[in-house]
């Protein structure tokens, strides 16, 4: 799991073009979104295609993404259980 | 109704951004003109920086300088022109696109490829819910914006942003060598009036001003006529709708003009038509030239209109601009007049105020 | 004095009809135009539906007598159809003394052809002239013979109402005593994979305005409006004068529309004004209401506040014709300008039921003797553009 999350933090950074952040920048346990990282709807939408291009799993509803996107913790926990 | 230029901002290949005067050393460039660009972390946090491409980072740190610089964020329009707006994104998306074969593709580079991406921008750092449109017509995307903003001051408004902002990629350089628009390289920018062959030098760059009804200590000129002509193609008719427009229009002649900036970009056969109008229309007037500073894009007549600022407010004209020894004195009215293989010509008359 | 500003001619094509009559044909029997790709070449071929027009780009150059081995770009091709029609319906001859101009909007200008040739360059490089926006109003301002004034705008999905919008001023101005202005947008695999890439499309056919709605089907099409002052169309056809026109920024976010609708509400609330008209003088608002969820509940929420809850009666065109983008807003000015001509509302087809948030839902049929005096026709867009126009019967 702890490699997991690094390796997520690295890709988000790569994925969102963060540039000049590293991966003990960002806590897993704070919010992605709003009052923590500040990302957006847009990020999420960059973020599901992370999901399907790195680990095979895709959503059909963007609106899932509110739950699993809401740290890098939960989805990391996502990914685990839904990896293919 | 006067419209005067309270603030003018540009970021170019040479060193401009926030220069009073116009730099006496150029920067030589044998390839492509690219942008000197200042440290974009003294304007954006890494969170805003994570979306910005080239273009949308040195067009939205010009305008900051230009609001900075008129003292108001307050404006009743943002109007931008761009020929080509966002390329990098839309390279971006549309290579991704094509290698994948329309496979995963992400929307961040779509949705940024929009050519009013940059106006956007300026609207949203600025919370400005204001009138805000975006002019993408060749070399005359700028001076379109500008013309709007005249209109808008004459409807009541009072402080409006208005910018020219195109960029050059490696990748739009290299397509359009095949159809021929470049100088074979290498050759240098400081050689372009004195070119024989065809083909121009790639530039970019943003210049933003703060247009505005109001007169102000710091103002820099008068803002007397925008006219753009689509095709007139016989010169005698292009000079007499310039003569009668500005007469219409400023109640000036042509001898009020005391100098003339010309678009000369290197490529023969265009500036053959400048040579034409210089050596008949303004044999009497001051010639000077800009685009060995930026080099040619869609939107370079806004950079020769920040040019025009420094050379009216400064009432001095650096030798390389000039094209030949001085006739005049003063510099009391300024005409930058542009064009691109005798369409699209576009005239600007600046005034001291 | 500003010069009153009247539309004299009108030029369509779009999924639901090659011309004008065509179009309003469609309008009225509840024929709409969205369907599979056949035209366009894409691997979303079976998946998504589109307001396609069925005219490959040679039979788009047959009925414009182009040669075949033009350079043009489906964009510019749409808009020179429209325009034709434009003109020759408001009677226009080249060459006479008017001051005209023409001015087109569009998003991405020659994208379709350029995405087919970008990666070879050994079989055509003419792409690399016909990208360029401006382009496409040049091709235009040609084939009419138009030489004075000429420029084009881009601001995403409201180009055709500011194009039309810049028409109006510059005549009021008096810089300009005609104007043949409107937007453009074929469809492309760019724009496709775009909107795909945000999960905006729905695969079904869209439903503005439902409670259910998922998305938008692009489209394609050219719409095309000769504006003219007054004095210079006194005795022939008017079909309806240009009274209102506002265009704001809702500065939020690239995409998404505030959750206020503050810019979407400030275009109307300044059209209004500059129309001098009261929301109640309003008889029918032809919408934006792409299908999008964003979309439909902000606008939604700002016609609830800008007619304080006694909102006339709405419909979004858009289930009949897709998006067309950079055409929507010129193609939705003539649909408003047809809605005065014949006293008419056009239904918002799919619609089920109302959104839960807001009290309102769109006129689902066929409304005629509606009592048309002023429409209202709204276009937003990415970037926050939003733009409203005003019509309104002489």
Known sequence: MDSLIKKLKEEIIDQLNLEGMTPEDINEKEPLFGEGLGLDSIDALELTLLLERGYGIKLENPQEGKKIFASVETMAKYIEENRK | ?353 | MENRVFVTGMGIISAIGNNLEENFDSLINKQHGISKLDILKTVHQDELLCGEIKLTNNDLLKRLDLPESNTYARTTLLSIIAAKEAFNDAGLKSKDSARTGVIVGTTVGGMDKSERFYKRLDENTDFIQSHNCGFTTEKVADYLDVNHFVTSLSTACSSGANAIMLGARLIKHGILDRAIVGGTDAISKFTLNGFKTLFLLDPNPCSPFDKDRKGLNLGEGAGIIVLEKGEICKNKKRYSEITGYANNNDAYHQTATSPDAKGPYLCMKNALEKSKLKPQDISYVNVHGTGTDNNDITEGLALEKIFENTVPPFSSTKAYTGHTLGAAGAIEAIYSILSIENNIIFPNLNFKQAIPELSLSPATVVIENAGIENVMSNSFGFGGNGTTLIFSKE
């Open chain 2, 1 to 353: 109704m006067s419209i005067f230029i309270n603030a003018a901002q540009a970021i170019s290949p040479q060193q401009t951004f926030l220069k009073d005067q116009l730099p006496g050393e150029l920067v030589k460039y044998d390839g492509i003109m690219q942008c000197i660009l200042p440290d974009f972390k003294n304007y954006f946090s890494a969170i805003e920086l994570r979306r910005m491409s080239r273009i949308i980072k040195f067009s939205s740190a010009t305008a900051q300088e230009c609001i900075n610089e008129a003292g108001t964020n307050k404006m009743d329009a943002i109007i931008t022109g761009t020929g080509l707006g966002c390329l990098e994104d839309t390279e971006k998306f549309l290579n991704k696109m094509l290698d994948t074969d329309e496979g995963l593709l992400t929307p961040t580079t779509f949705i940024q490829s929009t050519h009013n991406t940059l106006g956007g921008k300026i609207a949203l750092t600025n919370n400005c819910n204001e009138y805000n449109i975006t002019y993408a017509h060749k070399t005359v995307s700028f001076e379109s914006a500008l013309l709007d903003a005249s209109l808008l001051i004459k409807e009541g408004e009072k402080n409006i942003l208005v910018g020219g902002i195109d960029e050059i990629t490696e990748e739009n350089y290299n397509l359009r060598k095949h159809i021929n628009q470049w100088k074979e390289e290498p050759f240098s920018n400081l050689d372009i009036y004195n070119s024989k062959n065809s083909g121009c030098k790639a530039g970019e760059g943003a210049a933003y001003f703060m247009v505005s009804s109001n007169k102000t200590d710091n103002s820099y000129a008068e803002l007397k006529m925008t006219d753009i002509y689509y095709k007139l193609k016989n010169p005698s008719l292009l000079a007499e709708n310039f003569k009668n427009n500005l007469k219409s229009k400023t109640g000036m002649s042509l001898n009020d003009i005391d100098f003339v900036l010309f678009g000369f970009n290197g490529d023969v056969k265009s500036d053959s038509y400048y040579h034409q109008i210089k050596d008949t229309l303004f044999k009497d007037q001051d010639h000077g030239y800009f685009k060995h500073y930026c080099g040619e894009y869609d939107t370079s007549a806004s950079f020769g209109l920040w040019v025009a600022t420094r050379i009216i407010k400064n009432n001095y004209i650096p030798d390389n601009i000039l094209i030949e020894k001085r006739k005049r004195k003063n510099i009391n009215n300024i005409l930058l007049f542009n064009q691109e293989n005798n369409e699209n010509h576009s005239f600007i008359v600046l005034s001291k105020c």
